[in-house]
């Protein structure tokens, strides 16, 4: 039955008037999708599970398949001839390509493995992307190219390594998925114009964070966990502690994911997910699905970061459910 189904080579190529050499790039995220899948199929085979002993920029434990992926996407992405600028959260500078500065037309960010606390134990993980055109010309330009608002985004996406390996992405015309068929090798569509429904029933948080949040999130929790069928609660709870797959869920079923800002002893408040490569693209495609996403105060998309690594706090979902939720943390509720 897939044989006769749409490729996502077939689908780029019939996007690519529209939007040109941006197909190259997804289709080499592709690539880069079909080959990690492989390698963590078959990673506790051959030796590729557990930590290399470095640190990476976050300050994070860096897992053998963090820098393995990584390597992958840059490989794939040169290859694709038509991008200038990396950012990855295993690279502690962009990366530019000097010699396709003068030509090169596009920046892309990535989180190589997002989700690798899940590597050692089989579970899900995800790679997410972003992808942005450059805005000047030359190396000079290069660095700013690396710190465009989410709102330049031209397209993002994941790959999601579950039971089955689907690609979703938006180029700014709704939200599409498709799944790996491995006896073909190539991902076919699975589904197209996807809409998140308006509101859900689940949400999806570490609570054990509960305590260094800000008050009116965790009033927020509290109201979601209270009986009160009426307005249909309490929420059922669902955490993976992979992004991709908790975001995943929350596009096609609704509900509301957070990972709210922390409270620190200086009494700072600070996320943890990177707005660049997990929170920007996310938001990208939660809203071409009609949903929302934001920090608690302001729209994630407007957001002009100070640094490529910039971290985030994130409240994203059905357009309601991060509508209240904004509501609480301000305390208008
Ligand atoms: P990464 O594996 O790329 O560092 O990302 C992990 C992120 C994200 O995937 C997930 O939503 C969140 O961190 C989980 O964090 P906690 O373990 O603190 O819940
Ligand atoms: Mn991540
Ligand atoms: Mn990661």
């Given at each position: 039955m897939n044989e006769i189904a749409l490729r996502l080579s077939q689908h780029l190529r019939t996007e690519a008037a529209e939007i040109g050499e941006l197909a190259a790039v997804l289709d080499q995220i592709a690539v880069a999708g079909k080959l990690i899948a492989r390698e963590l199929g078959r990673a506790s085979l051959i030796g590729q599970?557990?930590?290399?002993?470095d640190v990476n920029v976050q300050g994070e434990a860096v897992k053998k398949l963090d820098v393995w992926a990584n390597d992958v996407m840059v490989r794939v992405l040169d290859a694709?001839?038509?991008?200038c600028t990396m950012v990855s959260e295993e690279m502690d500078e962009p990366l530019h390509l000097a010699e396709r500065c003068p030509a090169g037309q596009y920046v892309v960010c990535f989180?190589?493995?997002?989700?690798?606390?899940n590597l050692d134990v089989n579970g899900i993980v995800g790679t997410i992307f972003s992808v942005r055109r450059r805005?000047?010309?030359?190396?000079?330009?290069a660095a700013a190219d690396a710190v465009q608002p989410g709102s330049a985004q031209v397209a993002a996406g994941y790959v999601m390594y579950g039971p089955s390996t689907m690609l979703v992405y938006t180029a700014g015309k709704g939200v599409h998925a498709f799944t790996l068929d491995p006896t073909i090798g190539e991902f076919v569509r699975?589904?197209?114009?996807i809409q998140t429904p308006g509101r859900g029933h689940i949400y999806s948080v570490n609570e054990a964070h509960a305590p260094v949040w800000a008050p009116g999130i965790r009033e927020y929790i509290d109201y979601l966990r209270a009986r009160d069928p009426a307005s249909g609660r309490p929420y059922t709870a669902r955490y993976v502690g992979s992004m991709v797959a908790d975001v995943h869920r929350t596009l096609l079923e609704g509900g509301i994911f957070l990972y709210p800002g922390e409270v620190g002893a200086d009494g700072k408040t600070s996320g943890?997910?990177?707005?660049?490569?997990?929170a920007a693209p996310m938001a990208f495609l939660i809203e071409q699905a009609g949903g929302k996403a934001s920090t608690g105060r302001e729209r994630i998309q407007d957001i002009h970061p100070a640094s490529a690594h910039q971290r985030v706090p994130i409240l994203i979902g059905s357009r309601d459910d991060v509508t209240m939720a904004e509501e609480f943390a301000a305390g208008r509720r």
């Open positions: 599970l557990g930590l290399t002993g694709s001839g038509v991008v989180d190589p493995v997002d989700g690798s606390s805005r000047g010309r030359g190396i000079d330009h699975s589904r197209q114009h943890k997910l990177r707005l660049q490569y997990e």
